[in-house]
């Protein structure tokens, strides 16, 4: 079943078409990536799908709903999670209000306190951050802030998670356990879409992947497919390189 | 901490607010009635304050609207005074502040920091102009004469807004709203993505606090006799709030409670003593407060419970001297 679906979504910044006509689904229970250099438009793509920004054109469906044109905390409610790259945690809150908070709002159904508390508490147990719960969220690591995020975004009882390089600044054993909160996450029927850099997690967790380049979608497949496509390799080569063969 | 002295704590404090309350209630009987019109004073700017903390402390949006709303609230007063009876035109003279408040939220909640500063600062003059204009154009009059009332009354009235309006902040602040509120201080854009209609959030509670302005303004106006655009539209009520829940501490409820009453008292003492230099006492008050009391009078008094204002201050200073170094 396609949970989520785009079609010929673009979306210009001034002149710059950041995102140009990009059309892609994600299969329900799957884990797909989104891949592609500093500026190719991953995080504006994930910014048009949670409704931070309204697109130029296209269109997006979750569930075969049409979201584009929806605010976000409407998209949140409907079951749509993210991340952020740079983590935007409530430094001033402590680690549970922050959680409570995704717990109380997210949800289509209304919470009592007592409850949002203890799915708030489930939500942290699950990114091992359980022990943490009374300390500002702007005391912790950045590994720490960064499975917070997690934990916010899963209190709303998402279908489906965003995830803005969640591995961008962790060190290699924070790594491992992400990708296996990430495979557990998959196990509970939690679809994942992931823009990521460490290649090590892409080919070990994704199911599909896609790559952007300048706005566009260049290539779309199983993690073995993309890797050895040319197009790709042309453009982790090098940008000039391309450049020069699609100018000459 | 064991349970006793837990639920100690726990009834010591409402203990002390009703005990406060009942001595407040009855102080007319056995304080001069010079003593009640400064009470009076004191509750109105806890009521402008704490109106003003309710939206402004946990988001951070700074409004400098507080003088329209009372303004309005006066204005009301003045025009229906003589023809509703006096709940009437307190209720309602906080219901056109909400009205007011919803249209200036539709408006300006989208601008940020110093812009939505500016805008309700400008509402204030824009108000003001409107209805000097209307006087002199349509009316053909020169302010308003505004029913009086006894000022025992005006004191009881004031009581009512100052505890309905603790009653509101504490519950504001102990709802999940309170906890939206401050995360829409913190991050707005996080706020919305898990699930927070911050606009509606904020538009509600802007308009929500705004009522105990306007109606304490119906109220005092009743013991101003004689306003006029100027005496009403004072941008004096939009700083002064500012000022004072600073002053006494913005993260808790009590802060601009402290803050108000310690200003306010402040200011009838100083006005009679140095009538022309008390607006600069205030400022220096100000400045060295906020330089040195980042978290108000609260923070001070939680600083001196804890028996560490010393190493409090040292680490105050601690930190002040590592951020010059970081610059
Ligand atoms: N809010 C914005 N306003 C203007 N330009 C933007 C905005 N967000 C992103 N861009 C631009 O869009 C392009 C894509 O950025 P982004 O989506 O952040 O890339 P990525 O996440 O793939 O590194 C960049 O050139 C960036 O400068
Ligand atoms: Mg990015």
Redesign the interface.
């Known amino acids: 079943m396609r949970i989520l679906e785009a079609e010929s979504v673009t979306k210009y910044f001034g002149g710059m078409a950041a995102v140009s006509d990009v059309g892609f689904h994600v299969d329900k229970g799957e884990i797909l990536g989104v891949i592609g250099p500093n500026g190719a438009g991953k995080t504006t793509l994930f910014n048009l799908i ?3 920004l309204p697109l130029s054109s296209g269109e997006i469906r979750f569930k075969g709903r049409k979201t584009s044109g929806l ?3 409407q998209i ?2 409907l079951g749509l ?2 991340t ?1 790259q740079l983590v ?6 402590s680690v549970l ?2 959680v ?3 717990s ?4 289509q159904v209304v919470t009592s ?1 007592a409850d ?1 508390m203890r799915e708030a508490m489930e939500s942290l147990e699950f990114v091992g951050l359980a022990k943490e719960i009374n300390a500002p969220a702007k005391d912790l690591t950045l590994g720490n802030q960064k499975r917070l995020e997690v934990a ?2 899963l ?2 009882k998402p279908e489906v998670l965003m995830l803005d390089e969640l591995m961008a600044g962790l060190n290699p054993t924070e790594i491992s356990e992400a990708i296996a909160d990430m495979k557990r996450l998959k196990d509970q029927g939690i679809t994942i879409i992931m823009i990521e850099h460490v290649m090590k997690v892409i080919m070990s967790v994704c199911d599909r992947i896609i790559v952007l380049h300048h706005g566009k979608k260049i290539a779309d497949g199983t993690p073995q497919e993309v890797t050895t496509s040319s197009k790709v390799i042309e453009v982790y080569l090098g940008d000039s390189e391309i450049e020069c063969s699609t100018a000459g | 901490m064991n349970r006793v002295a837990l639920t100690s704590k726990k009834f010591l404090l409402p203990g002390l607010m009703i005990i406060a309350l009942i001595l407040l209630v009855t102080s007319p009987s056995y304080i001069s009635a010079y003593k009640v019109m400064l009470l009076t004073s004191i509750l109105m700017y806890i009521v402008v304050s704490v109106s003003w903390a309710i939206f402004s402390g946990p988001t951070g949006y700074i409004s400098l609207a507080s003088a329209a709303f009372f303004g309005v609230g006066i204005y009301t007063a003045a025009i229906l005074g003589r023809i509703l009876p006096l709940t009437y035109v307190i209720i309602i003279g906080g219901l056109v502040s909400v009205v007011l408040a919803l249209i200036v939220g539709v408006i300006t909640l989208r601008l940020k920091g110093m812009y939505f500063a500016i805008f309700t600062f400008g509402l204030v003059e824009l108000l003001k102009h409107f209805l000097l204009w209307w006087e002199i154009n349509i009316t053909g009059t020169r302010g308003r004469f505004v029913i009086s009332v006894h000022s025992e009354t005006v004191f009881y009235v004031m009581i009512i807004i100052f505890v309905a309006v603790l009653l509101t902040a504490y519950l504001i602040k102990h709802s ?1 709203y309170g ?2 509120l ?2 829409i201080g ?2 707005e ?10 606009t509606m959030v904020k538009i509600a509670t802007f308009a929500i606090s705004s009522f105990f302005i306007g109606s304490a303004g119906a109220i005092i106006a009743t013991r101003w006799t004689y306003v006029d655009p100027y005496i009403a539209f004072n941008p004096i009520f939009s700083f002064m709030p500012v000022l004072m829940s600073i002053f006494g501490g913005l993260g808790q409820l009590f802060g601009p409670v402290l803050g108000a009453a310690f200003f306010a008292y402040l200011e009838e003492s100083l006005i009679t003593k140095f009538p022309y230099h008390y607006m600069l006492i205030f400022g220096i008050i100000l400045v060295v407060a906020i330089l040195y009391l980042p978290d108000g009078l609260i923070g001070l008094a939680k600083k001196w419970k804890k028996g560490s204002l010393s190493s409090g201050l040292v680490e105050l200073l601690q930190k002040r001297q590592k951020g010059r170094k970081e610059v």
């Open positions: 949670s409704g931070a605010k976000a905390h949140c409610r999670a993210r952020f935007k945690v409530f430094g001033n809150l209000q922050n409570m908070l995704g109380l709002f997210g949800k306190q949002a916010r975004a209190a709303t | 999940k906890l939206a401050q995360s913190e991050y854009e996080a706020a919305e993505h898990i699930g927070i209609n911050v």
